[in-house]
């Protein structure tokens, strides 16, 4: 048989075995080849930023705001400079929240805030010693002291005051509720620290609700008809003041809601439970000491690794090249190392 009858009855035969197998395990290639595709297409995608120069950050609107010593400027997703301003000196600090940046002179306890336009909408306000700034939902609270009280300023996303209120007690965390606000409160006092939960009325009175010696409070969520109350020591769950149940840790890290469940970073573990309190997945996380929440995820990081989870769990695992200092979320993940940015899709 010749050369060129032989090809053509080899290529005959592959063909044959080839549609063969190809119509028998139809289903599982195009299943592999769509696999395949949802990887490409779910793969995290970024690039690197270069930004060696930087003390203070805050990450907004697909813009990058740096303090570095008394120079403020913001630049793009691309490293490109969009504005800058020269401060009087260099002790200010920086606190953004909610598209505002409130740059901060506690010399003279004046106050800069601009929008992320580098707009100024307040220039040198007066405010108290600035404690912390908060974004609770869309309002914004700043948390300050003259020295004796405390004072809490809750203003909208316009920056107009709604109200304000004095107390012995410093508040560290507050949510509005049908009948008032709810206020999370460190007290001192002869007897040591406590932490006080309450309830503000329209009078501006703080009604007790619960209070508990020796504990420092972090911050506190109201779910249906419960109150959970984050510690140094103890997560609580609580209802109409009663403790309900608790979660113990030494090493506390951090505690944040997910979708429908709540994790605890604390003594090297994860620890997932529902709103009872229940356990629903756990696990160790050594070297990872940082956590920040996302929509309904949460990134867990430390060192060159982050761990994306979920209400049910772990979803994904992050590998970088240089030491995570810290990360940020805007409209995706950003992750800040010594001498620049990663900016995920």
Do not use: C
């Not at 301003?85 to 505002?100: E, W």
């Not at 106050?111 to 220039?123: A, K, P, R």
């Not at 709604?162 to 949510?175: C, G, P, R």
């Not at 996380?285 to 979920?310: C, P, T």
């Amino acid at each position: 048989m010749k050369l060129g009858k032989w090809l053509f009855v080899l290529f005959f035969v592959l063909f044959v075995i080839s549609s063969a197998f190809a119509f028998f395990y139809s289903e599982e290639i195009v299943s592999f080849i769509n696999n395949k595709q949802d990887e490409r297409e779910n793969s995290l995608q970024y690039r690197y930023v270069e930004l060696p120069y930087k003390e203070q950050v805050y990450v907004d609107n697909g813009k990058i705001f740096i303090l570095n010593k008394s120079d403020f400027k913001a630049v793009d997703y691309s490293g490109k400079e969009l504005y800058k301003r020269k401060l009087d000196h260099d002790k200010f600090r920086m606190i953004g929240v909610n598209g505002y940046i409130f740059l901060i002179d506690d010399s003279t306890n004046s106050t800069d805030v601009l929008d992320h336009e580098n707009h100024l909408i307040f220039e040198e306000a007066s405010y108290n010693h600035i404690n912390s700034i908060k974004n609770i939902g869309k309002d914004i609270v700043i948390f300050s002291d003259d020295g004796l009280n405390f004072e809490t300023a809750i203003y909208d996303d316009y920056m107009e005051e709604e109200i304000s209120f004095m107390s012995k007690d410093a508040a560290v965390d507050l949510i509005k509720v049908k009948d008032g606000i709810k206020i999370f409160s460190l007290r001192r006092d002869s007897g040591g620290l406590s932490a006080v939960f309450g309830l503000l009325n329209e009078k501006k009175e703080i009604n007790l609700i619960l209070e508990l010696e020796g504990y420092v409070p972090i911050k506190f969520y109201v779910d249906g008809k419960a109150d959970i109350l984050v510690t140094d020591r103890e997560a609580l769950l609580t209802r109409g003041g009663v403790v309900e149940k608790k979660l113990s840790y030494n090493n506390f890290m951090g505690f944040e809601k997910l979708k429908d469940n709540y994790i605890i970073l604390a003594d090297g573990n994860y620890t997932i439970v529902d709103n009872n309190f229940n356990i629903i997945d756990s696990g160790e996380v050594k070297g990872l000491d940082n956590i920040v929440q996302s929509n309904d995820h949460a990134y867990i990081y430390g060192g060159r690794e982050i761990k994306k989870f979920g209400d049910d769990g772990l979803i994904e695992e992050i590998k970088t090249e240089h030491d995570i200092e810290r990360i940020h979320i805007s409209n995706g993940l950003i992750v800040e190392f010594r001498n620049g940015f990663l900016i995920y899709n």
